[in-house]
């Protein structure tokens, strides 16, 4: 017993010294650039020396494949069922040309059409465009996270050793450094703001409120290690516009609000959440809406427009989307945000998923499982583009406006346009969509059967 | 299923096709995603396939993954749900054709895909096609168009239906009247029309070996 007292008090003295190491450490390297805005480069040569290490460990997984003769399979992202290049009209004409040798046209209806639309049926339920944009973006080499290989098995010893040690850094050293982080960058923020609250409205609450704000969420950024590159900078968002981009997950707030000081809109929730909403609504006006409110959209839409109107306010932050989508597609944008006749400020959001998914499937992780993947990836790797500013043209309607922006932030993410609506993932299609198949089939057969009548 | 070392168990279902492991693995999927992760499909479960209510007979589709004629099981009617060995009976109906099979082969494989659009057809399970089951297909066929009335759709049915009537019986008389379509005279119909290679849903060519920068 006695012989371990002084070892104990060794062990205190070593953990003491090494937190405040740590600290000193964390406060120099990571808060004092966060406060000012500069940047060590550490991220960056982080980044590097990951990627190099990705690549070993894909070519060890492929040259011992190739060794044992044992297949690797590659995920598909473009779906694994070859669909037909024709239209419904050719392929019906096929069908009937080859069959009865009939005259093209007479025929109204033949027993073989229903052969297409069942053919159709059955590929749609193998696979399916909408319902695979809901699931996170398959990959095709292994960033020694688990979570993104089903296909890799047990190739090498040295592969499993160095996955090993890549969880416990990413568990043990990493994952509380970012807690650390997080909760400092979080009180700063709920603190600050309440303190910069109690100023008198003037530039120097301004000043003080917007440094705040940008301090705290540098610090967040730092907290999931997010390597962020920004382009086209001279096309930031202005006072009276609102700015549009494009929805993978809760963190594109932190990224975009680390780079501009915006005016948040969105509904009051409740717990941690809701406590930082109240704070910072004390410094500086964002737009919040009780859960009541939300649902009535000329009230939404009146007080977003007062917003907009007064040239003082600040941009407003709208993600038109509405959910998460998986980073390669921008669903359809609802036009209500393009209804309030301001200028427009899009931006595409592109993140790599190389380091660490970060999309958030709401219906399969709640936000404390997706926060605590987000901190146990190697890092957030994005890049955003700040697109040049967009108006309504008076010919154009509010869901034309919407659909051209909309494209704009595609193409410059390298994303796919599609047409579907973002909140398929929990409701039915809306009935306008059904016909068009329908009817199209249908203006054929008629068709025929008119002329014939008439002739 | 994990990734299996020697052949997938269902693999004989496909025969004499060459479908390999990785593309039951890939319906297996398919099958969970649909499944929500259970052991069996219901109807309900067709619900989440935004794509399908597109399709005009998307009933008929759905009903005849649970149809059991289709199932291959001797008795009649519907089940009520199927698990992942039923799923992939439904789709080896699709399956493409292959270079090497025979005549007996082939025509096997051709009357197993249509007897598949007949069951689609013959919905109270009579083993005929009558004039009410064609109305039926037909006007569902036609059903997304709010401006086609219902006579119009009917009058196409019928005029098909006397067609068909034409081809399987020939000349009738005034007093003789069409039951329906048996299996018979359906495949008689069906006859120059290579149904064999058109209905099927064929898997993109998949290569093995892993991306590398």
Redesign the interface.
């Known amino acids: 017993m006695f012989l371990l007292l002084p070892f104990d008090s060794l062990v205190v003295n070593l953990l003491g010294i090494s937190i405040t190491v740590l600290f000193t450490l964390l406060l120099v390297f990571i808060i004092v650039p966060a406060i000012f805005g500069v940047s060590f480069g550490i991220r960056k040569v982080y980044m590097k020396t990951l990627l190099k290490i990705f ?1 070993w460990a ?2 060890r ?2 040259r011992g ?1 190739k060794e044992k003769n044992h ?4 995920p ?1 992202v ?5 669909k037909e290049p024709m239209s419904l009209e050719e392929e019906i004409k096929e ?1 009937r040309r ?4 009939k005259a093209l046209d007479a ?9 297409y ?15 695979k944009r809901f ?1 996170a973006e398959e990959l ?2 292994w960033n020694l996270l688990s979570r993104t290989n089903y ?3 047990y190739i090498s010893l040295r592969l499993t050793v160095l996955w090993g040690l890549g969880v416990l850094i990413r568990y043990c050293f990493l994952l509380p450094l970012r807690i650390a982080l997080a909760f400092t960058g979080i009180s700063l923020l709920v603190t600050g703001t309440t303190v910069v609250g109690y100023l008198p409205n003037g530039r120097c609450k301004e000043f003080l409120s917007k440094h705040v704000h940008l301090m705290c969420y540098r610090i967040c950024v730092r907290a999931l290690t997010a390597i962020i590159t920004y382009h086209d900078r001279e096309n930031r968002p202005r006072n009276g516009g609102i700015c549009v981009a494009n929805h993978t997950s809760p963190i594109d707030v932190i990224i975009l609000a680390s780079d501009g000081y915006y005016a948040m809109v969105g509904q009051i929730h409740g717990g941690l959440m809701g406590v930082i909403q109240r704070a910072m609504v004390k410094a500086c006006p964002h737009v919040w809406f009780e859960r009541s409110e939300v649902k009535d959209r000329h009230l939404v839409a009146k007080r977003l427009t007062e917003h907009v109107q007064d040239k003082s306010k600040l941009p407003i932050l709208i993600f038109p989307e509405g959910t998460c989508i998986n980073n390669t597609s921008v669903m359809m944008f609802k036009k209500g945000s393009f209804e309030i006749g301001a200028t427009v400020y899009p931006v595409a959001i592109k993140y790599d998923p190389q380091f660490g998914d970060a999309f958030w499937n709401s219906s399969k992780y709640g936000m404390v499982t997706y926060l605590l993947r987000m901190m146990t990836s190697w890092a957030i790797v994005c890049s955003v583009w700040y697109l040049p500013p967009m108006t309504r043209q008076p010919e154009e309607d509010a869901v034309q406006f919407a659909n051209r922006v909309k494209s704009a932030i595609a193409r410059q993410g390298g994303l796919v346009d599609l047409l ?1 609506d973002g909140g ?1 993932k929990r409701e ?2 809306k009935d306008t ?7 199209l ?3 054929m ?2 068709g025929n ?1 008119e002329d014939r009548s008439r002739s | 299923l994990s ?1 299996a070392q020697g052949a997938h168990p269902l693999l004989p279902l496909f025969f004499p096709l060459t479908v390999t492991s ?2 039951i693995e ?2 297996h999927r ?1 099958f969970k ?2 499944s929500r992760d259970q052991l069996t499909i219901r109807k309900e479960n ?13 009933g ?2 759905v009903h005849a993954f649970f149809d059991k004629r289709n199932l291959r099981q001797e008795s009649d009617g519907l089940a009520d749900e199927i698990n992942f060995e039923d799923f992939l009976t439904i ?1 080896s109906y ?1 399956r493409p054709i292959e270079m090497n099979m025979d005549e007996e082969q082939l025509d096997r494989f051709r009357k197993e895909k249509l007897k598949f ?1 007949f069951h ?2 013959d919905s109270d399970h009579d083993g005929k096609i009558t004039l009410q089951e064609y109305r039926n ?2 006007e569902e ?6 401006h ?1 009335e219902k006579e ?1 759709a009917r ?3 019928d ?2 239906m006397m ?2 009537a034409s081809i399987c019986v020939g000349q009738m008389g005034p007093d003789q009247v069409y039951e329906g379509i048996t299996f018979e005279d ?1 495949l008689k ?7 064999e290679t ?7 060519n ?8």
């Open positions: 690549q894909t070519l997984i492929e494949a297949p690797l399979y590659k598909y473009n779906g694994i069922i070859a069908i080859s069959g009865s040798g025929p109204e209806f033949e027993l073989s059409d229903i052969f639309f069942c053919r159709k049926g059955i590929e749609t339920i193998m696979d399916d465009e909408v319902t699931s095709e080499s296909n890799f098995q579907w398929l039915k299609v969509f059904k016909e068009e198949q329908q009817k089939y249908s203006k057969i008629v059967h | 990734c990785e593309q890939h319906l398919r995603q649909l067709f619900d989440s396939i935004p794509d399908l209510e597109f399709n005009p007979i998307r008929k589709i789709m699709f659009l689609m057809y297909v037909v066929l036609l059903s997304g168009n709010p086609l119009s009058s196409i049915a005029g098909a067609e068909a359906f119909m069906w006859q120059g029309i290579d149904i058109k209905m099927h849903v064929r898997f993109l998949m290569e093995t070996i892993a991306h590398c920068y």
